[in-house]
């Protein structure tokens, strides 16, 4: 299947962002086994990008939209490499296909107290009667069997989604002092990282544009407590969300040692508690690598 040019940002943009979309799907299942999750291209009348799920499940109608996302392409990237990181299934780009992602009904519910409601309603709202649907409701009639294939899709999901809260130890997390507060010697572990250009610095040397860069990290410590902080690129770079170089491009699995840092700000985000860091100074790994 061949890439979709994407509105908005140039191609050397592009290319970078087909890059590490391919580098985030190596390893991951093929989509004729496990299925697929869908960036879908903004269209006329509707500004954002979208998600959905392609599933070997349903015999026909096997694209299933699942909720819109941003009109920013590299946010909704974000939102959903963020949401299906442990999940087996790739994530790709594609644009509108009215005739395959167009509901025809077979995923209405027909009864009960979610009666006229979709199944992608109640995948936010109620997962656990989506997975009664899945499993315990009866067919009666062949289009019944269909919908509850699609309820499969659905709660296929929700075990993706459960799976990254587990996986993180999201329900666990309590924050790390208070706002103001200096921390030091902490331990931290990378859970996600993303690239975002500094306005403020970012200008244009002659005709050259120049770039600097921030990582912005999510990372956790040993007991699953959540922190984010930011990295400023000390070099610029010549392309837009690129790292120069000469810096050093933090990934997930990796260790980060914090001489010292401020809490700048504690907030809740899906039940879960994130520690905001500034001032951040690293340390030397060997000074705190032998500490418990």
Known sequence: ?????????????????YAKLNEYNQ????????????????????????????????EKQSILYIHDLSPDINESLRMASTMFYYSRRCLILMEYNEKRMQSNGDDLIFFGKY????????????PAYLSWI?????PRIPKQERFVKIAQAYHSVNLDIMLRKSKEKRSASRYLGEVGEKLTE???????????????????NGT?????????????D??????????????PSAVSCTLSGLEHEYRPGEIIYVASAQVARRYENYGSKYTRLSHVKLAIPNALSNRP
């Open 27 to 58: 390893g991951r299942a093929s989509f004729k086994e496990a299925g697929v999750y869908l960036v879908v291209l903004p269209r006329p009348g509707k500004p954002n990008y979208s998600l959905w799920l392609y599933s070997p499940l349903p």
């Open 208 to 220: 050259t544009p120049q770039f600097f860069v921030k990582q912005m990290l999510t990372l956790n």
């Open 222 to 235: 040993a007991s699953g407590n959540l922190v984010t902080m930011s990295i400023p690129s000390k070099n």
């Open 134 to 138: 899945a499993y315990k409701f009866t």
């Open 186 to 204: 902490l331990k931290l572990k990378v859970i996600r990282a993303r690239l975002e250009d500094d306005p403020y610095k970012t200008r244009v």
């Open 115 to 126: 009666r006229g409601h979709y199944l992608h309603e109640i995948l936010k709202v109620d």
């Open 1 to 17: 299947m061949a890439n979709p040019e994407l509105p908005g940002i140039s191609e050397n943009e592009q290319a970078l962002l």
